[in-house]
């Protein structure tokens, strides 16, 4: 499985702007493989979790209804430039993934 | 012999004590998820949605809150859309499609660092309300958009 966070961040006027891509195959359990005909069981990211430093600031509960690699866009206050932006995401099969930025 | 023999294994115990935390601290912040409604997920009307996730609490319209997305989508397994919300003390914001097989999609929680903003994108099966919920002192608002799909996004 093949995934990866990408984060860009932004910050004007006190205003942090966090957009994100999470690489992950959403898959809804409703369709199909193309070449077998099985079907493909449902696996997709359920919680998100997003630290500013040490301090939660913001999670996310999903559905498998979020599209294939999903984006995500945020805005908070209260970061300056050289702070971190950490996100975390755990999928419905108990997989992980975490990635930290430096603030813009 | 004996005795550095104890005290090897003490250093060998305390060793062992300063792993485990330095591992402990590491997982922290890994498993601190929330805990998943999964009773909200699986339910198969909006209105089951809401009750489950919201137990207690009435939606009412409000026009502090707006949903950006386009009419008409081509493609429904993906569909960006945005949420905006004027709303003070916003907790969470929640996004449903009515028409999808679960209509609640995606749950945003927000702490007061957070502006009242958050952009997805989302699979929607058929040309459905699209509804976004937000929790402010306590209370939920809403805003509701029709939206237009030629294909579906739910395969």
């Known amino acids: 499985m093949a995934t990866g966070i990408r984060i860009r961040t932004s910050t004007k006027d006190e205003l942090t702007t966090v957009q994100a891509i999470l690489k992950h195959p959403m898959d809804t359990g409703n369709s199909r493989d193309p070449e077998t005909g099985n079907m493909i069981p449902a696996f997709f990211i359920e919680t998100v979790t997003i630290h500013h430093g040490d301090a939660v600031i913001m999670t996310c509960d999903w559905s498998r209804a979020v599209s294939k690699n999903p984006y995500l866009s945020f805005s908070f206050t209260g970061a300056k430039k050289g702070d971190t932006v950490r996100i975390s995401w755990q999928d419905s099969s108990g997989n992980t993934e975490s990635k930290e930025a430096v603030i813009q | ?155």
């Open chain 2, 1 to 155: 012999m004996n005795i550095r023999r104890r005290t090897f294994i003490s250093y060998l115990a305390s060793g062992a004590g300063i792993i485990f935390t330095g591992v402990g601290g590491l997982l922290k912040p890994i498993l601190a998820f929330a805990d998943r409604n999964v009773d909200a997920f699986n339910a198969e009307t909006q209105s089951d949605a809401l009750a489950v996730f919201f137990p207690g609490l009435e939606v009412t319209p409000s026009d502090a809150i707006s949903i950006g997305v386009h009419d008409l989508v081509e493609n429904g397994a993906v569909v960006p859309i945005k949420v905006n919300t004027d709303l003070p003390n916003v907790v969470s914001i929640t996004i449903l499609v009515e028409k999808n097989p679960n209509p609640l999609i995606a749950n945003f929680n927000l702490t007061p660092a957070c502006a009242g903003f958050v952009a997805t994108r989302i699979k929607v099966g058929e040309p459905s309300n699209i509804t976004a919920v937000v929790k402010s002192n306590d209370k939920l608002f809403s805003t509701t958009k029709f939206v237009e799909v030629v294909e579906g996004g739910c395969g």
